[in-house]
Each structure stands twice: as structure tokens, then as C-alpha cells.
């Protein structure tokens, strides 16, 4: 079965500094790895992806995603935190085509970026 | 284009009622995703429908159902309703399947209330 960790509840972070939100995932095959950010009140938009290829995924709103095969990791970064980052950040695995794997989730991490 | 749009956005029913909960995909996505989020549990996989059949299920009781009609449309019913069935209920359509390299765009979630 495959899973997703997320290790850290709430990330605390200045604005300006960099943010990491970490992601480890366990799956049988080649992974297909996503972020999701939720605010308040909202469904979940996506912010990136992982297929294939390059190992760092850039997305939307300067976030991106360094893929780590050997830690099996996707941990999600931004150089510069805005306080309008704050919201809660899913990460979620699929499995690569054979199968009817569904979408797993990770349980959320609040990211809170401070004045 | 128009995002996934869920109705109502807001239920209160008391338990032993049966709820139906609506969802209409972004125009042109063939699959539907529902997911259940809870404080406690997070975001639980539900089923997945794309082309008018099932493709996928999570582990939830038979009470939980739903179906696609041919405009891509969905619902999701909950028969016999219980206080665990409180939760944000999240619709989300892609393009191909969810249990692939495709990324969900999600509504904003209905949120059922059972007293």
C-alpha cells in the first residue's frame, strides 16, 4: 500500500526567510508526487508535480519541489516566505500507470509565516 | 473556464436522514473524485468516477455511493447518517484519472453538519 508523511504539523517561519514543508512517501513503482495548498475556507489548489525527469519541480507562487529518490522524499521550498503563504499544504502520491491506485494524501502541514 | 463547482456549500440533517451532495467537473474532465476531510482523519479518498463508472473506492461503509452522469456530473449520497459523517466533503475533477500523473482541481467543499 502506499503512503505519505508528513513529519511536521506547523511549519513556523519569517517572512523573508526560506520555508521547507517536508514530504516522504512510500509506493511500489515510480511515484507521481503532488502539492496541494488549501486556504481557509477552500478546496485545495495544486501547486506542482512530479513525473518525471528533472528532480526540481518549480510551480506556482515561487514554490518548488526537490524529487529524492533514495530518501523518497518531496519536499516542498520557497526561497523568500510571504505571509500570504500561510495556509495548509497537503503533499499527495500516485502511483505511475498499471493498477488502480488511488490518490493518497498526507495528513497537512499549517505553514504560519510571521510579519 | 469555470472551476468544479459543488452544491450546497453548506447541510445541516440529523441522524438516520440521507444527504446528496452535487458536483459538477471543470468542462471537458471525464473523471470525479470525492474525498471526505476531517480534523481528525484529514483527507480520506472516497471514489472515483470517470466515464459514468466507478474506477476507484476508498474504505468506507456501503453507505456512502455515488454516480456520474454523462455530462460528467456527479453526486455523492450518505444513507443512514451518523455524527462521524460531520465533515467538508470535497468534490475534485481531472482530466484523465485520479490514480495517475494528473493533478485535481477541487471545489470549495460542502460542509455537512449532523446533529
Known amino acids: 500500500a502506499q503512503s505519505v508523511a508528513q513529519p511536521e504539523d506547523q511549519v513556523n517561519v519569517a517572512e523573508g526567510n526560506p520555508l521547507t514543508v517536508k514530504c516522504t512517501y512510500s509506493?511500489?513503482?515510480?511515484?507521481?508526487l503532488f502539492w496541494y495548498v488549501q486556504y481557509p475556507n477552500r478546496g485545495l489548489q495544486f501547486l506542482l508535480k512530479?513525473?518525471?525527469?528533472?528532480?526540481l519541480v518549480k510551480g506556482s507562487y515561487g514554490f518548488e519541489a526537490e524529487f529524492n529518490k533514495s530518501q523518497t522524499s518531496f519536499h516542498l521550498k520557497k526561497p523568500s516566505a510571504l505571509v500570504s503563504d500561510s495556509a495548509l499544504y497537503f503533499c499527495?502520491?500516485?502511483?505511475?500507470?498499471?493498477?488502480?491506485?488511488?490518490?493518497?494524501f498526507g495528513r497537512g502541514t499549517s505553514l504560519i509565516v510571521h510579519p | 473556464k469555470a472551476g468544479v463547482t459543488q452544491t450546497p456549500r453548506y447541510l445541516i440533517k440529523t441522524r438516520g436522514q440521507q444527504v446528496t451532495l452535487s458536483c459538477s467537473p471543470i468542462?471537458?474532465?471525464?473523471?470525479v473524485s470525492w474525498y471526505q476531510q476531517t480534523p481528525g482523519q484529514g483527507l480520506q479518498f472516497l471514489f472515483e468516477?470517470?466515464?459514468?463508472?466507478?474506477?476507484n473506492k476508498g474504505n468506507f461503509p456501503g453507505r456512502f455511493s455515488g454516480r456520474q452522469f454523462s455530462n460528467s456530473r456527479s453526486e455523492m449520497n450518505v444513507s443512514t447518517l451518523e455524527l462521524g459523517d460531520s465533515a467538508l466533503y470535497l468534490c475534485?475533477?481531472?482530466?484523465?484519472?485520479?490514480?495517475?500523473?494528473?493533478?485535481?482541481?477541487f471545489g470549495p467543499g460542502t460542509r455537512l453538519t449532523v446533529l
Open positions: 475534485a475533477s481531472s482530466l484523465g484519472s485520479a490514480s495517475s500523473y494528473n493533478e485535481q482541481f
Open positions: 509506493v511500489s513503482g515510480n511515484p507521481y
Open positions: 512530479y513525473i518525471t525527469g528533472d528532480n
Open positions: 499527495a502520491v500516485s502511483r505511475s500507470s498499471g493498477g488502480s491506485y488511488i490518490p493518497t
Open positions: 468542462s471537458g474532465h471525464r473523471s
Open positions: 468516477y470517470f466515464s459514468e463508472t466507478q474506477r
